[in-house]
């Protein structure tokens, strides 16, 4: 994982927050990922802010859309939020 990523949660009636900082890599994918897959289905709505994101690495973007649509079922409504948000849905 970038050494500078973080994601910082909170949580809403029925939603979950959470906030990209730093760079994006292959494995801060997969910890977006993991936080999805344990999350997406408590709550109605995730909304990811990708404001904050210094960088959007090529390879932890393309592993970030290849493994999400294997348990994209799984997860409720989920937005992303800011500029990097194109990048990555």
Do not use: C, P, W
Request: hydrophobic share 35%; net charge positive; glycine share 8%.
């Amino acid at each position: 994982m970038a050494s500078n990523f973080h994601i910082f949660s909170y949580k809403t009636r029925d939603s979950l927050h959470l906030k990209l900082t730093g760079d994006f890599d292959g494995t801060s994918a997969y910890e977006l990922l993991e936080t999805l897959k344990e999350y997406g289905s408590i709550f109605y709505q995730i909304f990811i802010d990708t404001h904050d994101l210094k960088t959007v690495h090529s390879f932890g973007r393309e592993v970030f859309q290849k493994k999400l649509g294997s348990f994209k079922q799984k997860i409720n409504n989920f937005i992303f939020i800011g500029e990097n948000g194109r990048i990555l849905h």
